[in-house]
């Protein structure tokens, strides 16, 4: 998808930020007599979770606003892909259009809490009984001082609703987007909200965690300034990042129509993935999967073309899917992956493994001038005499290191996911 430059970018992000300022100095007495139940509630009193609920007149105003509204087009919004979240959220105008042909409800508010979520979640979310929920918060906790322990336990009590609504509900959890100290969201605290996040994501099985921290950040943990112009908000380019890295996810939890591939093998070489299920694979010690869609725990799914490695529950967790063939002669392995943003697998060549990572991310190859974040890669291994030799579109990745004489070939599950897709083979015999 092309963005518009990077100036008008960074004015559209900011535009609610302008309205939210214009809205500070108007007069709260036009809703003052309106219907209070949209309203910010006056005190904390009886109000689920802990840590800061904004209540300048300038949030009150647009909280109202934004949640009457909305409860207008509850009927309408009925099984919406619903994205929740703060300034950030509500500042993506054009998620509709991203994700085209999808309902989307946007319940972003700017300025929101985690708390303030957690207040208007039955209302502006889970009425709605949405056909999936993608999840930003708690970098505004953040600046109100909220300990990060806080903030975690407020998002426990978000996926406790979501379970309690449909524990089958997708829901994609985004990690804290990178800031800076400028904004009082310092790249250590940020951190360790997001591995609090990541250990409460840990109990719930419908919750899909999604790096979106090593998306945006730079060396030092920060927020690069060409994609959040002012270090909180992303410009276009940003949003267009954050849209890639989120469509693979969604297309694995059916959340939005996958592209279909026809792809097929080029003379000489033969598919190692059928694209429909896993026949011809199958874990080391058994089982093997043949006519399965999935593996038996889930972590391999066969899906549209793609051989998908999910998204693992625990933070590293290894296991390998290996052909249930063998491959003693010389060939050439081919194959396409795409990676998530701090995702790390791996091919087995025979038993040795070739690293498949988001490489600019976790390396070891973060210098690859060809690589495509967050899509396809084509990667072909020549293997020889003994000896293999692979290149990352075009680029080498390893050159002339040691291989069994015979082996399967395997796919690794660690962390993140990675998509894999026209796996074919061809043996020296036929080229």
Known sequence: MKYPSLLLGAALAVLPFVAAVNAADEPLTAVANEDAHYQLPATDDGLPGTGPIRRYDWFKKLWYEKRSAWAKNVQKDQGALVFLGDSITQGWWDVGNVFAGVKIANRGISGDTTRG???????????????????????????????PETIAGNLKLLLEGFKKHDPAMPVVLCSVFPSSDTKNRPHGAIQKINELYRDVA????????????????????????????DLLHPNFFGYG????????????????????????????????????????WGYEDGPTFDKKISSSDGRYLAKDGRLIVTVSKKQRDYRALWTTRKYPKD????????????????????KPQLQIRDYPVIGPFAALKNYRSSDWNEVAVTVSDGLAHATCNGEVLVDAFPVPETGPIGIESDRGQVEYRRIRLGEKTLW
């Open 117 to 147: 979520v957690l207040i208007r979640l039955k209302e502006d979310v889970l009425d709605l009984k949405p056909k999936g929920i993608v999840l930003l918060i708690g970098t505004n906790d953040l600046e109100e001082k909220a300990k």
């Open 202 to 229: 840990e109990e719930f099985p419908q919750v899909t965690l999604l790096d979106t921290w090593s998306l945006f950040a730079n060396a030092q943990g920060d927020a690069k300034p060409e994609e959040m112009p």
């Open 241 to 280: 990042k954050w849209a890639n890295a989120l469509r693979p996810i969604l297309e694995t939890l059916n959340l939005v129509p996958t592209w279909p591939d026809d792809f097929k093998p080029e003379a000489g070489f033969t598919s190692l993935f059928n694209g429909r299920d896993l026949t011809g």
């Open 331 to 350: 060939f050439v392995l081919k194959f396409e992956f795409r990676a998530s943003p701090g995702a790390d697998s791996g091919v087995y060549i025979r």
